[in-house]
T-cell receptor
């Protein structure tokens, strides 16, 4: 059963804490992406990776970090430098062009 | 040049009506235009997509119309149902980057 999984579904962050969101895909896609979605708003690109061990900043990378050590995995860390982290985070993957397939999302809340 | 402008921001129709969502772009290098449907609390799902070499594509009750000269494309939902109530995003791909450029979304409500 191919697809993209994200965990956890909900995540709570304390002030000053770094948290990591998981994204795994078994679609054998080369490219993976992280987006942030705020209520009633569109999708903003945080980071993307077109190949293992390589990634590029998107439009709103400040306060976030990523790694791409395996083709299947693209974790996102929300660092303490991100002052307004409350949002819905979406991971996606693609074969390198065109259609992106999205995971179910992680909702991050600040305590 | 990298923007995709989407309108309206929100739309209310009666069951059986035909909501129309419009998108416009500037970058003529874009060559793939997907539409996504997103329900509350879920990830977006691909609905239908079109390339600029065709002017219309239908999949079930969903139709994309594409006007290459005007650099505009639109989504029509025939015989809309309350279950179609969701946020719809248009997007465009192509050019120098490997990024999908999204519109700002349209919140559709279909009233019973």
């Amino acid at each position: 059963d191919g697809g993209i999984t994200q965990s956890p579904k909900y995540l709570f962050r304390k002030e000053g804490q770094n948290v990591t969101l998981s994204c795994e895909q078994n679609l054998n896609h080369d490219a993976m992406y992280w987006y942030r979605q705020d209520p009633g708003q569109g999708l903003r690109l945080i980071y993307y990776s077109q190949i293992v061990n390589d990634f590029q900043k998107g439009d709103i990378a400040e306060g976030y970090s990523v790694s791409r050590e395996k083709k299947e995995s693209f974790p996102l860390t929300v660092t303490s430098a991100q002052k307004n982290p409350t949002a819905f985070y979406l991971c996606a993957s693609s074969e390198g062009w065109g259609t992106q397939y999205f995971g179910p999302g992680t909702r991050l809340l600040v305590l | 040049q990298q923007q995709v402008k989407q309108s309206p921001q929100s739309l209310i129709v009666q069951k059986g009506g035909i909501p129309i969502i419009n998108c416009a772009y500037e970058n003529t290098a874009f060559d793939y235009f997907p539409w996504y449907q997103q329900f509350p609390g879920k990830g977006p799902a691909l609905l239908i997509a079109i390339r600029p070499d065709v002017s219309e594509k239908k999949e079930g009750r969903f139709t994309i119309s594409f006007n290459k000269s005007a650099k505009q494309f639109s989504l029509h939902i025939m015989d809309s149902q309350p279950g179609d109530s969701a946020t719809y995003f248009c997007a465009a791909w192509g050019g120098a980057t490997n990024k999908l450029i999204f519109g700002t979304g349209t919140l559709l409500a279909v009233q019973p």
